[in-house]
């Protein structure tokens, strides 16, 4: 047999030794395919989101006659609900129009704006939701996995001017 530690070992035999080992180790979940340089991550299936890549956010044109105004205009999760930290509330919400909507102020209510976009991008895991205002970009972005926490941030052309954590509330 071919001696798989050297550099010079070929691929065909490096490829079979580790889908050999792979399936005699039980602490094993992973294994990986060397193919012409490249390296392919395969899942044995227990965990399949691991060599799943995310899902790119996608936009909906809503002028499709099979789609009600009022559905959702995105692949990507959409969270609703009030968010703030000691300086900012942000309220997110759909609108019946197709819109995801944004209300911002300061905690003590001087300063408020309402958006409504329907720019999106990120991954289905991580979406990034865009609502302007002029060369200003407001950005909400979040976890799917965790819907108490927005990251906040505040773009005046492509200078960022906010970075912040909000919860639910």
């Given amino acids: 047999m071919a001696d798989t530690t050297s550099p010079a070992a070929p691929i065909p035999s490096l490829m079979f030794n580790l889908i050999r080992f792979s399936r005699r180790s039980p602490l094993t979940l992973i ?20 060599a799943a890549a ?4 996608e936009a909906y044109s809503l002028d499709h006659p099979e789609i009600p105004p009022w559905d959702d205009f995105t692949n ?38 309402y958006l409504s976009s329907r720019e999106v991008r990120g991954t289905e895991d991580r979406p990034i939701y865009t609502f302007r205002n002029g060369d200003t970009a ?14 906040l941030e505040v ?13 639910r509330i």
């Avoid at 703030?84 to 102020?105: I, P």
């Avoid at 407001?138 to 976890?143: H, L, Q, V």
């Fill in 138 to 151: 407001y950005t909400i972005t979040f976890r799917a996995s965790d819907h108490n926490t927005i990251r």
């Fill in 31 to 50: 294994s990986a395919i060397v193919l012409g340089g490249v390296i392919a991550i395969v899942s044995d299936g227990l965990f399949p989101h691991i």
């Fill in 54 to 57: 995310a899902r790119a956010c």
């Fill in 76 to 113: 990507c999760p959409l969270l609703q609900g009030n968010f703030q930290n000691e300086r900012w509330t942000v309220t997110l919400d759909t609108a019946d129009t197709g819109l995801y909507t944004y209300e911002g102020s300061d905690r003590d209510g001087s300063n408020s704006i």
């Fill in 155 to 167: 773009f005046q052309g492509d200078q960022r001017i906010l970075n912040e954590l909000l919860t």
